[in-house]
């Protein structure tokens, strides 16, 4: 005999019940993952396009006053009438500094413990080539010797006209109250590299306020060996200029100037070839307004407002080739 408690269904009656539920969800969850599944792939697809900032992208300047508009209305600009002469890239190439450049990933040191005195005998890790990301190694100022020192000033003082035409204009547009260039200050200056295999940054901004960055490319530029990607109109903070003009990968030869303002939200690209992508990284900034300018959530703010901005100029560039 069977017996089932007062106005409980019969267990036949819950299986039928239970069966027919499953039969009304799971398509909907099967539509739900594939929905999901391809737009995780299409935005994979649109964040792994990698189109070269080109003639056409009105980056290309051929004199400083041309440069100063570009980084006006694009935030980025190639200045070709500044570009180093292969002689000075060879001195930048050979100066004490490079001679310890890294060529391939390094492996952690650990600290090793030997008997002794406590600390005695520590293994320290090596902190003149400082690391960034996966393969990418930082010589900032204070680990550079003097003779790299003089190496890079004096290109610096080939490049001044630039920084000092953009503070001056911010001064004229009266975005600030600098009356000399005694208010701006050099807040970096190192020599990088990628190394094959290298992943890519977060993208990121230098500094929230505005200021200058420059990148000159040791070797020459391009998506494969990682060139930097720069969201164009990523300096102001305007989502559709910057969804329209889009990400675009430096593309240049060694010795270029490359000069983006510092508000521009960009990114290293990963290394894959088998040869290092060696840069010299030059930054101005006020002292009133010292980088990065925001916190870490900030940073992680400004990278998923990249990736989405990525994402966004990719579909249009996808859907609106022309």
Not at 295 to 315: C, E, F, H, K, P
């Amino acid at each position: 005999q069977h017996h089932s408690a007062a106005g409980q269904p019969p267990p036949s009656l819950w299986n039928s019940n239970l069966i027919m539920a499953q039969s009304r969800v799971l398509p909907k969850l099967a539509i739900l993952g594939t929905v999901a599944g391809s737009t995780i792939f299409v935005c994979h697809h649109l964040e792994s396009q990698r189109t070269p900032l080109a003639l056409e992208d009105s980056c290309n300047a051929a004199s400083v006053p041309a440069a100063l508009t570009s980084l006006r209305t694009s935030g980025v600009a190639v200045v070709d009438n500044l570009r180093l002469t292969p002689n000075i890239v060879h001195e930048v190439n050979t100066m004490p500094a490079a001679d310890s450049m890294p060529t391939q990933l390094l492996r952690p040191q650990r600290q090793q413990r030997r008997r002794g005195p406590p600390g005695a005998n520590m293994m320290q890790a090596d902190e003149t080539w400082r690391l960034s990301a996966l393969g990418r190694y930082h010589r900032l100022e204070n680990h550079l010797g003097d003779t790299d020192i003089m190496v890079l000033e004096k290109i610096e003082r080939q490049l001044w006209p630039l920084v000092e035409g953009f503070f001056r204009e911010q001064k004229e547009n009266g975005e600030s109250t600098t009356d000399n260039m005694d208010a701006i200050f050099r807040s970096e200056l190192q020599l990088m590299t990628a190394v094959p295999g290298s992943g890519h940054q977060s993208w990121h901004r230098d500094n929230r306020s505005r200021g200058l960055s420059i990148i000159v490319p040791l070797v020459d530029f391009h998506a494969d060996n990682g060139g930097t990607q720069l969201l164009l109109g990523s300096h102001v903070e305007k989502w559709p200029l910057g969804a329209r003009q889009g990400a675009r990968v430096v593309h240049a030869p060694a010795g270029s100037v490359v000069a983006y303002d510092s508000r521009t939200i960009h990114r290293g690209l990963d290394n894959g070839t088998i040869e290092g992508r060696p840069a010299l990284i030059f930054c101005y900034d006020r002292k009133v307004s010292p980088p990065p300018g925001c916190g870490t959530l900030g940073s992680v703010a400004t990278s998923y407002q990249g990736r989405m901005l990525d994402i966004l100029s990719g579909l249009r560039n996808t859907l609106s080739p022309n």
